[in-house]
C-alpha cells in the first residue's frame, strides 16, 4: 500500500486548494472530500446564496476534473440531463448525444424543483457510474461525482426527493451562515476579482481514482464493523422510528470513514471518525414515525440517543 503521509497531502492540498476561494468552510470541503473518496454522492442543503455552487466548482477545479452544472426546473426531462439519440439521415443510424450527466463532478442545482422523473433519472448513473439510453448503455468517466443542492424555503411548487433518493446519497450536509469575520473575509477576497478564475488544480482524475482505491485497502476492524451495525441496528429498533438506517447507509459509513481515517494519516478506522461522521452520514437516512414529527422530534435528536446507547468498543 502507498505510504499513508502521501495520501494524507494529496487529500490535504485538495481542501486547502479549495479553501481558497471558499471561506470558512473547511469542515464541510472536508466532508466533501471524504465522500468523494469514498465514491459516494453529496446533497447540500441550505439557504440561497451560502455558496453551495462555488463549493461545488471550487472542488471540481481542485481535483482537475471536468465539470457540468444542470440547474432543475419543473419542465427539465430526463433527456436533458442523461442525453438522447438523434437520427442521422446520411448514416441512417442514430446517433447518441451525451448529456451532462458525462462528466467528472455534475452539480445538480436545486434537485427538487423537477418532477420525480427527471430526478429519477440520476439514480443509474449515482448507484452504478453508467447511464442507459434506447438500450444503449454508457459507462461514465471516474472519478464520477454528484453534488446535489435544495433549499428549504420557497417549497411550493417543488418535489421534495423520496426516501429512496435520499438513500441514495452518502451524505446530507447543512452549511450555516458565516461568522462576522467570516464574510468580512469573503468581501475582501471578492472585492477586486473571483479566486475561482485563478484557481489551479492539485490533482487529478486519475490520482483521485488511485487515491479512491488505496481508500478501500484502509482496515477496518471487526470491532469497528461490529460498531457500524450496532448504530444501524439501534436505529431501526428505537421507538421513536419508523424506519432506520439501511444496509447501504452502514456500507457508506464504512467507506466513508476509510476516506476519513486516510485523510487523518491512519491506514485503519478507529470509533472517532465513525461517531464524527455519523450525523452527514446517518441522519438523512432515519425516517421517523408521523406522530413523532408532529410533536417536534427530529431524526438529529434520535440519531444522538442512539449514538448514547450503543457502546464504543475499546481498543485492545
Known amino acids: 500500500m502507498e505510504k499513508i503521509p502521501a495520501m494524507t497531502n494529496d487529500c490535504a492540498a ?61 419542465d427539465l426531462l430526463p433527456a436533458d440531463v442523461t442525453g438522447f439519440s438523434v437520427y442521422d439521415q446520411k448514416t441512417g443510424e442514430f446517433v447518441f448525444h451525451p448529456g451532462p450527466v458525462v462528466c467528472n463532478v455534475l452539480l445538480a442545482d436545486e434537485i427538487n424543483r423537477t418532477i420525480p422523473r427527471t430526478q429519477a433519472s440520476l439514480l443509474e448513473s449515482m448507484g452504478e457510474f453508467q447511464l442507459t439510453v434506447d438500450g444503449r448503455t454508457l459507462v461514465l468517466p471516474r472519478p464520477f461525482f454528484v453534488i446535489a443542492t435544495q433549499n428549504p424555503i420557497e417549497m411550493d411548487g417543488t418535489f421534495p426527493l423520496p426516501e429512496a433518493q435520499l438513500d441514495r446519497f452518502l451524505m446530507r450536509i447543512d452549511l450555516g451562515y458565516p461568522s462576522r469575520g467570516e464574510e468580512i473575509s469573503i468581501l475582501e477576497r471578492f472585492q477586486e476579482s473571483d479566486p475561482l478564475e485563478s484557481l489551479c488544480a492539485v490533482l487529478s482524475p486519475d490520482r483521485v481514482r488511485e487515491l479512491q482505491r488505496l481508500r478501500a485497502r484502509v482496515v477496518v476492524s471487526a470491532a469497528a464493523r461490529s460498531y457500524i451495525a450496532d448504530i444501524a441496528a439501534a436505529s431501526r429498533a428505537h421507538a421513536r422510528v419508523r424506519f432506520g438506517v439501511s444496509p447501504r447507509g452502514a456500507l457508506g459509513m464504512m467507506r466513508a470513514a476509510q476516506a476519513l481515517a486516510m485523510m487523518r494519516g ?51
Do not use: C, W, Y
Open 14 to 74: 485538495l481542501v486547502e486548494n479549495a479553501a481558497l476561494v471558499v471561506v470558512g468552510k473547511k469542515r464541510v470541503l472536508e466532508l466533501m472530500s471524504v465522500a468523494l473518496l469514498a465514491e459516494g454522492h453529496v446533497l447540500l442543503e441550505d439557504v440561497p446564496g451560502l455558496g453551495k455552487t462555488l463549493m461545488a466548482k471550487a472542488l471540481a477545479r481542485s481535483m482537475g476534473g471536468s465539470f457540468r452544472r444542470i440547474q432543475f426546473t419543473p
Open 266 to 316: 491512519r491506514d485503519f478506522v478507529l470509533p472517532d471518525d465513525i461517531k464524527d461522521l455519523a450525523r452527514p452520514v446517518l441522519e438523512h437516512r432515519i425516517i421517523l414515525r408521523h406522530e413523532e414529527r408532529t410533536r417536534g422530534v427530529s431524526a438529529r435528536d434520535v440519531l444522538g440517543e442512539v449514538l448514547d446507547g450503543v457502546p464504543v468498543p475499546v481498543a485492545d
